[in-house]
């Protein structure tokens, strides 16, 4: 028995690891025999002993310079299942944390949303101008792919399975032969998982992904998001009775898997085809089941309780005699009738729980919600409320969180190739013989030009490029789309790399192209699509707001905007922004945008929604996303905001039911909070506070680019120090990791960017420049290193940069990164580049020791430390062993093992780390 409080509380988390762990080496040692287990197992001692200093690391290293590649593939195996069991343990370990919390009746947490509502209730908010703030209540989160979430279908299931058991195992109290049936269950799930591939052997295919993302909607989506979305209403009506909030769900899905298609050439009209109807079929196919299952529970008879005329009416469907005195049966066929029509008349597929009765399709989705409204009513003017309250409530908000879509596609892509492509049409319609040569105000004059005409620039016999041929047919797929399933299947369109009106008014002339933008006879023009423009690097952030004045002063663009209730989405890259310009400097531009943003959308009379690009990892804006919506500057979150969540990450929140509750309530919550509260903290010292935080990324991005863009050699030293080309080579993901083929760090795209420095455990994305910032800043002066500890006691923007960056210096390892910098072949170029990295990764650590005044990474990060404590020891093999496999590899040995062991290695060691790109 321990007598550490800390300790005690999460001894039942070193109970499961300790337990999954042991099942797993037995599994090894019967699967791929003793002398693989027994390799693991001096690979697990030693990786611990090196923790402890009682080990030199080139000891450890040397364990694996002479195995075979047939043996050193079980052994990334083993701890690459391990890192997948022991996030699982984590994850049921917070759970069950939460409910002993619960249960001892404390306080709600910070990001729950029962605490949200303490804060608000306490504020005393007027209900007015609470309506007046959510009047555009959105919380999207945007389901984008990744190349290590490569997962089948098979592993996440199993994973489901044992966390089950584990949870039974957990909440009940078992005799012997019950935990003996529990202990052999998990054996045979860990045996399924350990004989199942982790990864496909062939390049995962754009509709693998898609399917990958729909399996969420099954696992946590369908039933999470309707009931948060319900909840919120309820209470927030509570708060503030008279006051109609949220008419319209606040949470809904989205998605970029099938439209995104910058720098992807796999995304076609039939892969957008396909992403919207797979949607669909996923939505249709539940509300299916769920009425069935309502068929088969609500045999209420009409001799035992009331029925409203319009509940008999809808039974009219079906006049079965033993079921004439059961109407709700009989309506709720009548309306899985209809909706089995709907689904034949959308889809290429047929669907599960059909009912076949020869009724009409729905002509959208509040056709079903009507009916599915007589059904409640009559249920409740019965006195049957109570059952009107369970699996029909939930089917309720369920349609109309997801109506016939199920998730909105955005659709992507690059300014660059608008431009070629309304080159092309423009010199074939006889609009313009040579757009480019344009300048702006001569574009912007054409292209207004033609967004009065309602005619179209393409004929019968034209003839164009590929690329353009492509792009008109992923445009008119996409105006299907809109055109069988509603305007929320493609709800945006997205345009990267945006720095002009031009890029913007390009966007609307394919719009119109492909049938979506319709001009008026006044001039005007409607689009049920937003056009949202995407600015990513720190030039196009800081310029950003003068791009949308510019645009709002062009008619065309206004009245598009205008005729979506003067709502206007702008998308901002935390990816390209810090590969631009350094960790501290990408954040600082993001937040300086924000701000002019929300300036210039009050000057221009309109409402700002924004779309937060954010990655997995700190180096592409990931982080806690509760404290990072709090940290949003004031006015940037009026209500309403999206953001993409993408890969491991898309597991790690969302692959159970508890995990995505929590993660979607913490969503809302924040959005809540930074709408409705004041939680930026500076007062009448925000200007000053801004001041400062301009020098120093100013400071930090000089830093940064002395490294990244004005050392010698320094790509050279990157490519060769990490496994960038082998992510570009190898069979991880559907899209290129470039956007041209090119060496430039500027075309690399950023999650092979972030990922290659988060696998060689450098993680330079998330603190470069940051030290030598704020030690040339505070230089020396007491007083100036007061003013950085003020702002991160006070300032949510500035603790939450220094704490994600404290995350990312606790998971780095520059005694690993050492190993990665051997692989570079000149020594003299290996020395310089690795002892600036080295000297910056000091110094960071330092001065964030000086600001925060603490000697500890994780002090206000307990569960992470945790993980870092009991699991990072197993991640020491998995980087000697990519290591290693990179060094064959690179010396020209072709078998095809080497290949899938370094492809094993990345899946590893990011399901290990949680947040690789």
Not at 48 to 74: G, H, M
Not at 471 to 483: C, D, F, S, Y
């Amino acid at each position: 028995m321990t007598s550490d409080p800390g300790r005690a509380a999460t001894e039942p988390l070193r109970d499961d690891i300790r337990l999954l762990g042991g099942i797993l080496g037995d599994t090894v040692r019967e699967q791929a025999g003793p002398q693989i287990f027994d390799l693991v197992e001096r690979a697990r001692q030693e990786s611990f002993a090196v923790r402890r200093s009682e080990l030199d690391r080139e000891q450890l290293a040397a364990l694996f310079a002479d195995v075979p590649t047939a043996e050193a593939i079980p052994v990334i195996r083993a701890f690459s299942h391990f890192a997948l069991l022991a996030n699982l343990a984590e994850d049921l370990h917070r759970e069950r944390r939460r409910a002993i919390h619960v249960r001892a009746g404390e306080p709600p947490q910070a990001s729950s949303l029962a605490h949200t509502y303490g804060l608000l209730e306490d504020a005393g908010l007027d209900g007015a101008d609470v309506a007046a703030a959510l009047r555009h209540a959105l919380v999207v989160p945007v389901i984008t792919a990744h190349p290590t979430e490569t997962r089948r279908r098979t592993v996440f299931d199993t994973q489901h399975r044992i966390t089950e058991l584990m949870r039974y195992r957990d909440r009940t109290q078992l005799d012997a032969r019950e935990e003996e049936r529990v202990q052999v269950g998990l054996r045979r799930q860990i045996l399924t998982l350990w004989d199942t591939a982790l990864v496909r052997l062939e390049r995962l295919r754009i509709q693998d992904e898609i399917e990958n993302g729909l399996r969420y909607f099954d696992s946590a989506f369908l039933q999470v998001m309707p009931a948060i979305n319900r909840e919120a209403r309820i209470r927030l009506r509570e708060l503030y009775p008279g006051t109609p909030l949220l008419s319209e769900p606040i949470v809904r899905p989205g998605s970029w898997i099938g439209g995104d298609r910058d720098g992807n050439p796999n995304v076609t009209d039939e892969v957008v085809t396909m992403a919207s109807r797979r949607a669909a079929a996923t939505a249709l196919g539940h509300y299916l089941r769920e009425l069935l299952q309502l068929e088969q529970e609500l045999a209420l008879s009409s001799r035992l309780t009331t029925v409203a005329d319009e509940l008999l009416t809808l039974a009219a469907w079906d006049d079965s005699p033993k079921r004439a005195d059961e109407p709700y049966r009989r309506a709720l066929r009548g309306i899985r009738g209809r909706l089995t029509a709907t689904a034949d008349a959308l889809l290429d597929e047929q669907l599960d729980a059909r009912a076949e009765i020869g009724a009409e399709p729905y002509g959208g989705p509040s056709e079903l919600l009507a009916d599915l409204g007589v059904v409640d009513s009559s249920l409740r003017a019965g006195g049957d409320g109570l059952i009107a309250d369970d699996r029909l409530q939930a089917l309720r908000e369920a349609v109309n969180t997801f109506g016939f879509h199920l998730s909105g596609l955005d659709m992507r892509q690059n300014s660059d190739v608008h431009e070629e492509t309304i080159a092309e049409l423009f010199a074939w319609a006889g609009v313009h013989p040579d757009y480019t040569a344009l300048d702006e105000d001569e574009r912007v004059r054409l292209l207004t030009a033609e967004l009065r005409l309602r005619r179209p620039l393409v004929g019968p016999g034209a003839a164009f490029s590929e690329q353009t041929t492509k792009e008109l047919g992923v445009l008119r797929a996409a105006a299907r789309a809109v055109e069988s399933l509603g305007a929320r299947a493609i709800p945006n369109y997205i345009i990267s790399m945006c720095t002009s009106v031009s890029d913007l008014l390009e966007a609307a002339v394919l719009l119109k192209e492909a049938g979506l933008l319709r001009p008026d006879t006044d001039g005007g023009a409607e689009c049920p699509v937003n056009i949202v423009p995407l600015f990513e690097t720190i030039e196009d952030l800081q310029q950003g707001a003068a791009t949308m004045r510019a645009a709002f002063a062009v008619p065309a663009y206004r009245s598009l905007v205008d005729g979506k209730g003067g709502l206007q989405e702008i998308m901002l890259g935390y990816s390209d922004s810090n590969k631009d310009g350094g960790y501290l400097a990408a954040n600082w531009a993001l937040y300086r945008a924000e701000l002019d943003l929300v300036a210039m959308a009050r000057e221009a009379g309109i409402t700002l929604r924004l779309f937060h690009g954010r990655g997995g990892t700190v180096g592409r804006g990931g982080g806690p996303s509760y404290d990072a919506i709090l940290a949003q500057p004031p006015g940037a979150v009026r209500g309403s905001l999206r953001l993409t969540e993408q890969g491991e990450i898309i597991a790690a929140k969302y692959a159970e039911p508890a995990l995505a509750v929590r993660n979607l309530e913490s969503l809302v919550a924040a959005t809540l909070e930074s709408s409705l509260l004041d939680v930026e903290g500076l007062g009448d010292d925000a200007e000053e506070a801004y001041a400062v935080l301009d020098e120093l990324a100013a400071l930090a991005r000089d830093a940064y680019g002395d490294l990244v863009h004005r050392t010698d050699g320094f790509v050279e030293y990157f490519k060769t120090s990490t496994p960038v080309e082998e992510i570009g080579s190898l069979n991880i993901g559907s899209r290129p990791s470039s956007r041209k083929q090119t060496s430039k760090i500027s075309d690399l795209r950023a999650i092979p960017w972030v990922m290659a420095w988060s696998l060689s455990r450098v993680m330079l994305p998330g603190f470069y420049g940051t030290g030598t910032a704020f030690e040339a800043w505070i230089g020396g002066e007491p007083a100036r290193l007061e003013r950085l500890r003020d702002l991160y006691r006070r300032w949510p923007f500035f603790r939450s940069v220094l704490s994600n960056m404290a995350q990312v210096l606790a998971k780095s390892d520059l005694g690993l990164a050492a190993r990665y910098a051997d692989l570079v072949p000149d020594a003299a170029l290996r020395e310089r580049v690795f002892g600036k990295i080295a000297d910056e990764h000091r110094r960071t650590i330092e001065m964030y020791f000086a600001i925060t005044e603490t000697d500890d990474l994780l002090a206000d990060n307990h569960a992470l430390k945790r993980s870092v404590f009991n699991r990072f020891p197993y991640l020491e093999p998995l980087n000697h062993l990519q290591v290693e496999l990179l060094r064959r590899y690179r010396s020209g040995d072709e078998d095809p093992l080497v290949q899938r062991g370094i492809l094993l290695t990345m899946n590893g060691l990011a399901t290990a780390l949680r947040n690789s790109g």
